[in-house]
């Protein structure tokens, strides 16, 4: 919005005067209407068809298994905590969960999906160094400090939005990661960490340069298994799948490049949004 | 999350009352202004994945609705053009009705001044009047230069306020 000059007041005040825009309820019932109608059929939109129909499989995963979003959240970002355990590490997996170590940066993107078939939720998590966080989900940018406070931007509306419950959640738990255990990710995940084992594994020979480990709890269908680069042991790749209820969650992990400060930087992010130049499946990266 | 609701919530639902008036300003009409906006939502509809895409998509949304009613007021004062003269001199014939229906004669001066703008000056003239956009949204939601944008309002402004003048509006009386 820009305030208008004189002449332009002046012309819209006469039409206002003119022109009257108080829409009698009658109308405002039928307009509401047509909108609801509009709402409701959205859905069934043929660009958003698909993308709904995974959403939709992907609401009765999660609440069919009385999973709340933010269980998820907690379980997909101590899932990707958890694999930095493997930084520097020695490949052993008394010594992965001895102890957890931050890393400089990382960037993951979190893929969980309802079926073997389905497609999958993408989540997006950057790291930056001083603890600076931005998550992308669905067309929500946050970014987030490690004393907390986190702003949010609808990438669609160039607004700054209220946040998704879980994305909250996420934040708070990436804030605080250092306070995770591996025993803690396997108790979110399976519920139960009394009968953990920890089978470290290196597995099949299909690559020396891999490690790969993995975790599973006797008389359940849920296993945890973890492809780590032996050499550097930069974790690139988390996967636990329900074999029982075929849902997945995907974790991988790239290294490619260290933002730089003004990715985290939400003053200049919302700077972007108002620039009308830049298109909106540029804005998702932007900074 | 569903996209569907996303992109309602994101761009519709803050949007529904400026799409609301925006149409029932231009038409000015109630059984006009409902089937105007259902056009725009069918227009958007339609253009769904060029708004998401969109730099301005809220900007956008405006222009179809503005499109919309400047369609149907077109389409209404040529079909009515006859009736509306009968009705001028009926209402010159009559001094006692002169001034009651004063203010409905401007009213319908105004809109067959609206209609008969190019589309994108009535549409750079709504989105800058009654939204405020700052000349490069516009120009960004119509597809062309800011220079262009500021060019429509320009002339958009300039047919108004003549049409004003020439019905004694007077334009100093209004407060700012």
């Known amino acids: 919005m820009t305030q208008l000059n004189s002449d332009e007041k002046i012309i819209q005040k006469a039409l206002e005067n003119i022109m009257d825009d108080n829409i009698p309820d009658p109308l405002n019932q039928r307009m509401e209407k047509s909108l609801q109608i509009f709402h409701e059929n959205l859905s069934n939109h043929p660009s958003l068809q698909r993308r709904c129909n995974n959403h939709a499989n992907w609401s009765e995963w999660i609440f069919g298994r009385n999973m709340a979003w933010s269980t998820f959240a907690i379980a997909a970002t101590i899932l990707i905590f958890s694999i930095m355990l493997f930084w520097n590490q020695t490949p052993t997996w008394a010594e992965v969960t001895r102890k957890f170590k931050s890393l400089p940066f990382v960037h993951a993107s979190v893929y969980a999906k309802s079926l073997v078939s389905s497609k999958a ?10 603890g600076k966080i931005r998550l992308r989900y669905g067309p929500q940018i946050v970014f987030a400090n490690k004393n907390g406070q986190h702003i949010t931007y609808n ?10 419950k879980f994305a909250t959640d996420m934040i708070e738990i990436l804030n605080s990661a250092e306070s995770f255990s ?4 396997i108790h979110t995940l399976t519920g139960d ?8 594994t290196l597995v099949e020979g299909v690559s020396d340069d891999i490690s790969i480990f993995e975790l599973s709890k006797e008389n359940s269908s849920k296993t945890t298994r ?11 790749h988390l996967r636990q ?4 209820e075929g849902d997945s969650i995907d974790v991988l992990f790239s290294y490619t490049r260290q933002q730089p400060a003004e990715f985290f930087d939400a003053e200049n992010y919302e700077k972007i949004l108002k620039d009308a130049s830049i298109k909106t499946h540029d804005l998702y990266m932007a900074y | 999350m569903n996209p569907a609701n996303d992109i309602y919530l994101s761009l519709i639902d803050p949007l529904k009352e400026s799409m609301k008036r925006s149409v029932y300003r231009i038409v000015q009409d109630p059984d006009d202004a409902a089937d105007a906006f259902q056009d725009a939502l069918f227009k958007v509809w339609n253009y769904l994945d060029r708004i998401v895409d969109h730099p301005n998509p809220q900007a956008y949304i405006l222009c179809i609705c503005v499109s919309s009613a400047h369609d149907l007021l077109r389409k209404r004062i040529r079909k009515n053009q006859n009736e509306v003269a009968s ?7 009559s001094s006692i009705i002169e001034h009651a229906c004063y203010a409905d004669e401007i009213t319908d001066i105004v809109k067959q001044s609206i209609s008969s703008m190019p589309l994108k000056q009535a549409q750079a003239v709504f989105l800058r009047l009654f939204e405020q956009e700052s000349y490069s949204v516009i120009g960004s939601a119509l597809g062309c230069a800011e220079e262009t944008a500021r060019s429509h309002v320009s002339k958009g402004l300039a047919l108004l306020r003549s049409i004003l003048i020439d019905k004694k509006v007077s334009l100093s009386e209004v407060h700012i």
Not at chain 1, 226 to 235: G, M
């Open chain 1, 121 to 130: 939720l993408n989540i997006e998590i950057w790291m930056g160094s001083g």
């Open chain 1, 155 to 164: 990438v669609l509306s160039r607004k700054q939005a209220k946040p998704e």
């Open chain 1, 182 to 185: 591996l025993e803690t990710v």
């Open chain 1, 193 to 200: 960490m009394a009968d953990l084992k920890e089978i470290p």
């Open chain 1, 226 to 236: 973890i492809w780590t680069l032996r050499e550097s042991l930069l974790p690139v």
């Open chain 1, 241 to 244: 799948t329900d074999l029982k």
């Open chain 2, 87 to 93: 009705l001028q001199d009926e209402i010159s014939s």
